[in-house]
């Protein structure tokens, strides 16, 4: 039996800033060449368009939910740009809900998803996907290259985390400010559910396509382990 991979997948790392689609091309060729071993289930994140989309939202003084919506829209239409990108063996649309993801898991063996609901990011889909097909692992492709005892980017002392578990990873994300838009390395409420369904959660720095590989692999990769 093939292992169900779920993978988190930033926007940010589909489509850096003006690297055109270089980036989601390597992707869905490392990608693609798993699917002897691997069913693979990819949430895409919305990446600098829900950045745009939610900024412009809420100049027009939108409340959260509806800028939670415009993020939910750039996912799925970065969704739909992976699909092209990975060609033949993939469920042509982003399933909308659980349901079809796992439906469309029995006849391809790629699927993509995008948002689903207002109040939380595509982490947490990715983690909701992954309790609901029983996967054992999780994998977050992010810009960071692992999970830090601060945010790197403000505090110099912050330190990378080999391994941590469920509940330091908790503590850690719940420090952030809530609120539409991109912001922390994995989503409060995804933390919480790889906790309640044990899944064993990678964060990689999706950038790195070599080490985001060896995580897919099961190899010996940089990052962060939360088991
Ligand atoms: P992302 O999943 O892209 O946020 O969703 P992120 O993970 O912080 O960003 P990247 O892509 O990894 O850089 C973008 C926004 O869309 C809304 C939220 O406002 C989120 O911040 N969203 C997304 C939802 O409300 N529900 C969802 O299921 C997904």
Excluded: C
């Amino acid at each position: 039996m093939k292992e169900d991979l779920v993978i988190s997948i930033g926007g940010s790392i589909l489509l850096p800033e003006d690297e055109g689609v270089s980036s989601i091309e390597s992707l869905a060729d490392i990608l693609s060449s798993g699917t002897d071993k691997y069913d693979l289930y990819i949430v895409t994140g919305g990446g600098r368009i829900a950045r745009d989309y939610i900024g412009w939202g809420r100049a027009l003084n939108a409340d959260e939910a509806t800028l939670d919506e415009l993020g939910i829209a750039t996912s799925r239409l970065n969704a739909r740009l992976m699909i092209i990108a990975l060609g033949k063996e993939v469920y042509p649309v982003p399933a909308k809900d659980f349901d079809e993801a796992v439906s469309a898991g029995n006849h391809y063996s790629i699927v993509t998803m995008g948002g689903t609901h207002p109040g939380h990011t595509t982490d947490a889909v990715a983690a909701m996907l992954a309790e609901r097909l029983g996967a054992q692992r999780l994998i977050n492709a992010t810009s960071v290259d692992g999970v830090y005892t601060a945010d790197p980017k403000k505090e110099e002392e912050a330190e990378r985390l080999e391994s941590l578990s469920y509940d330091r990873l908790i503590e850690i994300v719940s420090k952030n400010e809530g609120g539409a838009g991109p912001n922390v390395v994995f989503d409060p409420l995804a933390a919480e559910i790889v906790k309640r369904a044990s899944i064993d959660t990678y964060v990689v720095d999706g950038n790195d396509m070599e080490n985001l590989e060896k995580a897919i692999r099961g190899e010996e990769f940089h990052g962060s382990t939360v088991a």
